[in-house]
Each structure stands twice: as structure tokens, then as C-alpha cells.
């Protein structure tokens, strides 16, 4: 037996709370992790709050993220005592993931822990990290470099957000944070931006085109704040999309590609191949202060997660939410 939160909907509402599973529960899989640290993401905090359809069976253990040791393998790519991390591939989602203290998986999904970090020090980054690290390569793939001229990055106090901040002032890059949280001016600051604005100068419809602002952007809103950021691009800018912490609908015009040249990279953490993630967390390694990264970071027992999933929906949570398993 472990423990581990459980998501379950019978015939009545959806409920979740930490008890006791049966390691004979855990899904097929070659590896078995014995699970150390996790993380609360929003994707986690929509599961367990059931505001969002982010479950596809039940019942399910939540938690996008895991580090670990590896328990026991039948890949031969794994040994027992192997420290290992996961982010995405639809564990927490489509399979059992991180908030237990045993997770089994495919060992084609893991990756080695990097040697700049500690699992906690992982999870602290977490799937949220490391999507701000593949927002920023991409930004660099379609030509961005320091100099060329402001850096915006919305939901900047946000797990994705404060990473983006973080790696790209380390780059070098003159990063504007956009926040509804201006009480967070100070942390933000500190973690490299040069000026913060507030969210409601984006969230209020404009023209197609608007003045010319940002030479690249990290969005994780979308809605209307997506829509003001393209309008608002330099000629020839980027802007790297992630997130709908605000809305999936995206009010815009294809003003900003036709007339400005502007490109809209997607970003999927989920499914990326495993290139990809290597190369991110080789770039939050060589990038991302471990020491910066505290500020980052609040912990929290696996017990408190139920009733955190409201608040890190609700904005109110600054950062990143580790959880001690």
C-alpha cells in the first residue's frame, strides 16, 4: 500500500482527498518510481477542482510532474536507485500520475534527473519551468536576441510566467513582466524584469494593429490578452503561446502576420519528444539560478494540495507549489 491523492466521480459529484491505494491499482508500465517530489500545476488544480474536463477516467491520481528513484525496471535504460524526473505525457490526465508516493510509467517517458538539481529543485521547476525554457528557445529558433527590444511576458507572477522572467534576463533580454498582481512588482524585479506593467492595459480590446512595442513575447493568457500582445509586435516578432490562464478564445485578426510578419509558435509540453525536453532542462541546468529558484518556490505537503487547487486557479498563488511526498 502507499498514499497518494485520489480524484474519484461515481454517481455523485466528483470528490478527491490523500488515502490509501494498492500498488496492484498502478497502471501497466516497465518502471516503477518511488516518488519523491511533485508539483501543483494549474492542469493539476482544474483536475482536483473538476472545473475543467482535464480527467478522462476514474478514478485518477493527479500530478503532471514527478522525481524520484527508480523502484524497480524492466527497461533496460533503468536501474533500481536511478534518480528520474517526468513531466506531461498525460499521466495525471489519461494515466496515474505524480501525487502518490509510487507512479509506474513507460521508461521511454523519463529522463535522467539533471545533475544542476535536486529533485526538489526539479519539481520547484516543474512542467511550468519547462515550458518556459521551450518558450524561449523557440523565441530564439525564429531569431530573437537580446537588444532587439522588449520582452513581454504575461502571467509573469505564475509558474510559467516567473521562469520566463528568470531565463530570460539571465539571456540578457529586457523583459517587461505583465501581472494582475501588482503587489508582486518587487518579486518580479528581483527575479530580472525590468518594468511591470498591469494586465488590464492588455485586457481591453483595441485596433488590429497597435503600436509597435515587443520584439517577442511569452504568453500563457491568451483571450483578449493574447490578441493585444500580436496586435502590439514588432515587425518580425514572435510570440510563444502556452497557456489560456485567461481564456481559450482569442479575439485577434491576422493583421499582425500579413502586415508585420509576426509568427505565433505554439508551445505543447505534454507530447514533446524527448529531444526537446532534453534540451530544455539542459537550458534551465546552464540558466536558471538555483538560488533564484527559492524565491520560486513555496512547499507543501501532499495533504494540502485539495485545498490549494482553488487558490492557484483563482490567482492567488505566487510562483511555484512543491509538494513533499
Request: glycine letters at 12%.
Amino acid at each position: 500500500m502507499f498514499r497518494g491523492l485520489l480524484i474519484d466521480k461515481q454517481d455523485g459529484p466528483q470528490t478527491a482527498a490523500v488515502q490509501d491505494l494498492s500498488e496492484a491499482s498502478l497502471p501497466e508500465g516497465d518502471v516503477t518510481v518511488r516518488v519523491a517530489w511533485s508539483t501543483l500545476n494549474y492542469k493539476d488544480a482544474l483536475a482536483i477542482t473538476g472545473r475543467s474536463p482535464v480527467v478522462r477516467r476514474f478514478p485518477m491520481v493527479p500530478g503532471i510532474d514527478f522525481a524520484g528513484v527508480v523502484e524497480s525496471s524492466q527497461d533496460p535504460a533503468w536501474q533500481p536507485g536511478d534518480a528520474v524526473l517526468l513531466n506531461g505525457w498525460g499521466v495525471g490526465e489519461t494515466r496515474w500520475g505524480g501525487l502518490a508516493e509510487r507512479a509506474r510509467v513507460p521508461g521511454r517517458w523519463l529522463i535522467p534527473l539533471p545533475v544542476a538539481f535536486d529533485a526538489r529543485q526539479a519539481m520547484g521547476i516543474g512542467t511550468a519551468g519547462y515550458t518556459a525554457a521551450l518558450c524561449v528557445q523557440a523565441l530564439e529558433r525564429h531569431g530573437l536576441a537580446p537588444g532587439q527590444g522588449p520582452v513581454l511576458v504575461t502571467g509573469a507572477a505564475g509558474g510559467v510566467g516567473s521562469v520566463a522572467v528568470a531565463l530570460l534576463a539571465r539571456r540578457g533580454h529586457e523583459v517587461v513582466a505583465l501581472t494582475g498582481r501588482p503587489q508582486e512588482e518587487a518579486f518580479l524585479r528581483g527575479l530580472g524584469a525590468s518594468q511591470v506593467i498591469e494586465r488590464a492595459e492588455l485586457e481591453r480590446p483595441g485596433r488590429p494593429l497597435e503600436k509597435e512595442r515587443w520584439a517577442g513575447a511569452v504568453d500563457v493568457v491568451g483571450g483578449q490578452v493574447l490578441a493585444s500582445v500580436c496586435a502590439a509586435m514588432r515587425y518580425g516578432g514572435t510570440v510563444a503561446a502556452c497557456g489560456l490562464a485567461g481564456s481559450m478564445n482569442w479575439p485577434a485578426t491576422v493583421a499582425p502576420f500579413i502586415l508585420r510578419g509576426v509568427t505565433l509558435a505554439g508551445i505543447d509540453s505534454v507530447m514533446a519528444p524527448i529531444e526537446a525536453r532534453q534540451q530544455a532542462w539542459a537550458r534551465l541546468s546552464s540558466d536558471l539560478d538555483p538560488a533564484l529558484l527559492e524565491r520560486l518556490l513555496r512547499e507543501i505537503a501532499l495533504d494540502e494540495a485539495v485545498a490549494l487547487a482553488p487558490e492557484l486557479l483563482d490567482g492567488r498563488v505566487r510562483g511555484r507549489l512543491v509538494v513533499r511526498i
